[in-house]
């Protein structure tokens, strides 16, 4: 279905609860938020294909909570990439980010008071770059840090196990890709996820051998 924003900047559509795919920056401040955080971009198209405009951020915490900005067009964008396969995945139009979107300047803003100071995850590489973009339509410098999901789980020493875990966890629950806010949200979930403690294998025994028959 198609998506408004509410007063917030948040993206919503009409079957979905409203609690679960906005909540307002109150929700997120005063260290309220829980780590980690993440961070998606939607964009015009694939760098490939074009110079790409950011469309779309979202952000998640470890609890789920997530919130997502359309972006309307910056002037600066004008003339640069758009591509009706990159529209067909996220199901975003034009006309609906120059109806609902909001100026660079106010999404960016908004990004910095709810993220502050801190780091969040991505996984791509792109969704710095798309920062970096709407950091120049706005005029001004984030002032959060993006921290790529490669050099996290670097830092990791993960069991086969605890991956195996993530993954059926997210994939057991309903998300709406190739939208910001819920991709967002299933990085954030995933990687809590992974994170969580769990048996030893020999506890697990042949129930994780039965279930997971690769590892």
């Not at 919503?12 to 409203?18: G, S, V």
């Not at 780590?35 to 971009?41: C, H, N």
């Not at 294909?49 to 900005?69: K, L, N, Q, T």
């Not at 991709?183 to 403690?197: I, K, V």
Request: proline content about 5%; some cysteine; hydrophobic content about 40%.
């Amino acid at each position: 279905m198609g998506s408004t924003t509410d007063r917030n900047g948040c993206a919503k559509t009409a079957d979905q609860e409203p609690e679960t795919r906005g909540l307002p920056s109150q929700a997120f401040a005063n260290g309220s938020l829980m780590s980690p955080l993440t961070i998606d971009f939607e964009a015009s198209c694939l760098p490939r294909d074009g110079r790409s405009f950011p469309i779309e951020v979202g952000i998640a915490d470890a609890a789920g909570r997530y919130r997502s900005w359309l972006i309307r067009p910056h002037a600066d964008w004008v003339g640069w990439t758009w591509t009706r396969e990159a529209e067909r995945l996220h199901g975003i139009s034009r006309e609906q980010l120059e109806r609902d979107g909001l100026p660079a300047n106010v999404v960016l803003n908004e990004l910095n008071t709810v993220i502050g100071d801190g780091k969040v995850i991505a996984d791509s590489w792109l969704d710095a770059a798309w920062l970096d973009t709407l950091c120049t339509a706005a005029g001004f410098e984030a002032r959060f840090a993006i921290v790529h999901l490669a050099n996290i789980v670097n830092d990791l020493d993960l069991t086969p196990e605890q991956v195996v875990h993530a993954d059926s966890t997210v994939a057991a629950m309903n998300f709406r890709r190739h939208r910001a806010g819920e991709d967002a949200r299933h990085l954030a979930l995933w990687l809590t996820a992974l994170m969580q403690p769990q048996p030893t294998r020999a506890a697990q025994g042949s129930r994780q051998r039965a279930t997971h028959p690769h590892l």
